[in-house]
Nanobody, 121 residues
Framework: QVQLVESGGGLVQPGGSLTLSCVVS????????MNWYRQAPGNERELVARATNAGEVTYGESMKGRFTISRDNAKNMAYLQMNSLKPEDTAVYYC???????????????WGQGTQVTVSA
């Protein structure tokens, strides 16, 4: 059984920084991409950052230059370094493991439960 657990959320002042972590556990052959999404109340879930195992990285438009995604493939972990945080970054942040190979030839996506990030003075 594959599980994702996020950590590192919390309350931070505007202009501050936080680092989120996501660990993927279970019997896994490979993970194609690790993603961070976020969802604020009343809004749709949006892509924050995505990193493939080929080294391709994508960021949401409002996160470029402020957020950095990284992966530790040996540990099946992903991180999201968030700098210069703004009140509009307040949301629940979710980790998603994309195209996870648990059984050879079969691919699934898995989501974590989310971690709350609140940016407020």
């Amino acid at each position: 059984q594959v599980q994702l657990v996020e950590s590192g959320g919390g309350l931070v002042q505007p202009g501050g920084s936080l680092t989120l972590s996501c660990v993927v556990s279970g019997s896994i052959f490979s993970i194609y991409a690790m993603n961070w999404y976020r969802q604020a109340p009343g809004n749709e879930r949006e892509l924050v950052a995505r990193a493939t195992n080929a080294g391709e990285v994508t960021y949401g438009e409002s996160m470029k230059g402020r957020f950095t995604i990284s992966r530790d493939n040996a540990k099946n972990m992903a991180y999201l370094q968030m700098n210069s945080l703004k009140p509009e970054d307040t949301a629940v942040y979710y980790c998603k493991a994309e195209n996870v190979m648990v059984i050879p030839g079969t691919l699934f996506d898995y989501w974590g439960q989310g971690t709350q990030v609140t940016v407020s003075a």
